[in-house]
């Protein structure tokens, strides 16, 4: 991280931190570098670092320092997905024979990188419900080698004391990894709470805009980044410029749009509470969820994304996706407009018949920064 934005505040970092003003016309957006090989002066003579584009381009250099500087660490990694840091992160930190311990709510494309992908590599995991310490503890085994936590999960929201699972992990000789994608280092900054890896679908909150895909890493070990960098490079799942730039972009706004995200969600919440229809509402910022104490600790505020159940079953939870109109049928989240879907058929359909299969009347919401309102308004006509 560049020394220059240390003691700078979130919103200030978000703007300026690896946006230099381009040395050669002073633009205040660093270029977009489309570009795959540089000139050398003479055999190794590189300008910069830079030789071909897999290993280093300007622009996504600049996202990969802002990255680091917005989650406190020492070194940033983009890549072409969210999957994609993922796995770079498992080839870089385990081997065959290794043990990793995951969340027992979790994405269902991690899942599915577990279960069907290093599980054929040699790589064996179990799982634990993150939110209770104790039952990590008990997970661990002489060979784990990763201890990987979702806060909040995805989908049911829930909320893992990341510095009470970092002890464990440090008594294990595990590294502690957190997906930090539902909060974004606005709200959260797992690494100055014990984590060693901050992994994120840059595709959601930090682009935030639903127009780029693209995921990282962050770590506080300058060793350990060398070695992630190591992996990238020769992996190659990296972040084009076209797209680092986007993602730049959106983040110059990431604090503003996750003020208005939380705000909104709120409302929702405390809405969705009371609807005769809705048997259960999962979001943190509620004083009846049960990790709300360590969230209000560890967080600045409580996030966009709302899960719920409702009456009727699994059929009544997909009507009520069919029937919203302002917010959008579709899978992803984290974008400026407000979507709804039913994670057990499309986000999480992987995780079925498995631990981690998610309640068929389960319903999830990424809530937008439109007018609140106008949110309100479709909501209770979607659930009748």
């Not at 270029?31 to 003579?45: A, C, E, L, N, W």
């Not at 940033?76 to 770079?88: I, K, M, Q, R």
């Not at 969230?295 to 994304?305: I, T």
């Not at 009520?320 to 899978?331: D, S």
Request: proline share 5%; with cysteine.
């Amino acid at each position: 991280m560049n020394a220059q934005h240390t003691h700078e505040n979130f919103e200030t970092r978000a703007i300026h931190a690896g946006n230099t003003a381009d040395p050669l016309t002073g633009a205040v957006v660093p270029p977009i570098y489309q570009v795959s090989t540089y000139k050398q002066d003479g055999v190794g003579g590189l300008r910069g670092g830079y030789e071909y584009s897999r290993s280093a381009n300007p622009t996504r250099t600049a996202l990969e320092e802002n990255l680091a500087a917005l989650e406190g660490g020492r070194r940033g990694l983009a890549f072409a997905s969210g999957l994609a840091a993922e796995d770079c992160l498992l080839r870089a930190l385990l081997s065959p024979g290794d043990h990793v311990v995951i969340p027992n709510d979790a994405y269902g494309g991690t899942f599915r990188l577990f279960a069907k992908v290093a599980s054929r590599w040699g790589v064996e995991w179990s799982v634990a419900d993150t939110s209770d310490p104790a039952a990590v503890r008990d997970a661990v085994t002489d060979r784990t080698k990763a201890i990987w936590v979702e806060t909040p999960s995805n989908p049911l929201l829930g909320i893992t004391d990341i510095a009470a699972v970092a002890d464990v992990a440090r008594s294990a000789g595990a590294k502690l990894v957190v997906d930090n994608t539902f909060a974004s280092p606005y709200l959260q900054q797992p690494l100055a709470l014990g984590a060693d890896v901050v992994v994120h679908s840059l595709t959601k909150y930090m682009g935030g805009h639903s127009d780029v895909v693209g995921g990282a890493l962050v770590t506080a070990d300058e060793a350990l980044g060398e070695e992630l960098a190591y992996h990238q490079n020769a992996m190659g799942a990296v972040a084009g410029p076209f797209d680092s730039w986007i993602v730049l972009r959106g983040i110059k706004t990431l604090a503003v749009r996750m003020d208005r995200h939380s705000e909104n969600a709120t409302r929702v919440a405390e809405m969705l509470s009371g609807h005769p229809k809705v048997t259960q509402v999962l979001y943190p910022g509620l004083p009846e969820h049960p990790g709300h104490e360590i969230a209000a600790k560890q967080m600045k505020s409580f996030g966009g994304m709302i899960s719920f159940r409702v009456e009727g079953g699994e059929e009544a939870a997909v009507e009520v996706c069919n029937r919203a109109r302002l917010f959008t049928l579709g899978e992803s989240l984290g974008g400026v407009e407000s979507l709804i879907e039913h994670p057990g058929r499309m986000t999480h359909a992987s995780t079925a018949g498995s631990l981690l299969e998610v309640p068929g009347d389960l319903v999830r919401l990424s809530v937008g920064i439109e007018n609140v309102e106008d949110l309100l308004a479709d909501l209770r006509q979607a659930l009748g």
